[in-house]
């Protein structure tokens, strides 16, 4: 597990996303998250549009579900899924500005909390199915954010996560000067490898189902992301305002390092199919469970 050398807690990741709420939105727009590519020729809205729905199919979503977004951002999976596949959605966020956003875009059957998940108040067995994109680096407690999951999804119920992850056996080179790196800049408590997720959602209880590593598919976001916050610097006074004085304005310095950390293998992306074993009962709705991969 990479453990960045300055702790990060929830405060500091609420404070992260409040303080850089109109930077986030002017490069990343209402999805904060990678693409994904397939063809290669889809535009970036298209791209991270592809990334939720690959959710919605590895999880298998059927209409009537309850569901849970763990990290959910602006809301905007939480929107897209709730509209496409039918389902309720509870979302929670540490951030205000990121609640006030999706406050302000509401649709029917998505509730967003600003809560945290480590903390959720969920009912035991209360959910159908559960993702977090992107969210599970920020958590302090990565084998309470299983454990949750766990307790939360009923008997049968399906538990796709999106993750950042750090290259199997990575050298201290990539260790020093990205991976650690990118943990401080981006308030990431710690980032684990493929194994390490594995090993904590078995012990919480979940089968691994699926695994899939599309870091090709995705690196290409930080390129764009890139590009879009160079031009906003040039033309917007407020944003370089932000680059210069922002508390958390050491996030710029992370951009060039995730491009390189994709390039050179150091990080990966990985999308796991994970399940709650046991049989769903007939009051929950049809089995969703997802094909493996």
């Known amino acids: 597990m990479i453990v960045p050398d300055i702790s990060q807690d929830a405060v500091a990741v609420a404070d992260h996303y409040d303080e850089l709420d109109p930077v986030y939105r002017r490069v990343w727009g209402e999805h904060v998250h990678h693409g994904l590519w397939t063809t290669g020729r889809e535009s970036p809205a298209e791209a991270v549009e592809a990334l939720v729905d690959t959710v919605g199919d590895r999880l298998g979503l059927m209409p009537g579900q309850e569901c849970v977004d763990i990290g959910c951002g602006y809301g905007s999976t939480a929107r897209r899924l ?6 309720s959605v509870t979302g929670f966020t540490l951030s205000a500005e990121q609640a006030q956003y999706a406050a302000a875009h ?30 599970s680096e920020h958590m302090v407690g990565k084998s309470r954010f299983f454990a949750e999951a766990h307790r939360v999804l009923v008997p049968g119920g399906q538990f796709v996560i999106c993750a950042w992850l750090a290259e199997t056996d ?36 979940f089968e691994v189902t699926g695994y899939e590593d599309v ?8 390129p764009i992301c890139a590009r879009r916050l160079v031009k906003a610097l040039l033309v917007d006074p407020e944003m370089r305002r932000m680059a210069l004085r922002a508390r958390n304005r050491v996030f710029v310095l992370s951009i060039p390092r995730l491009i390189l950390a994709y390039r050179t293998g150091a990080m990966r992306y990985g999308i796991f199919t994970l399940t709650k074993a046991g049989e769903r009962g007939p009051e929950t709705g049809p089995n969703t469970s997802a094909e493996a991969d």
Do not use: F
Request: positive net charge; contains cysteine; aromatic residues 6%.
């Open 106 to 135: 509401p649709v029917a059957g998505v509730d967003i909390q600003v809560r945290d998940w480590l903390a959720n108040g969920l009912a035991n067995s209360s959910a159908d199915a559960a993702w977090a994109i992107e969210s």
């Open 82 to 87: 709730a509209v496409t596949r039918g389902v």
């Open 215 to 222: 870091s090709r598919r995705v690196a290409r976001t930080w």
């Open 170 to 205: 990575a050298g201290r080179w990539k260790i020093r000067h990205l991976l650690e790196p990118i943990c401080r800049e981006g308030r990431l408590p710690s980032m684990g490898t493929r194994e390490e997720y594995e090993a904590m959602a078995m012990a919480a209880g």
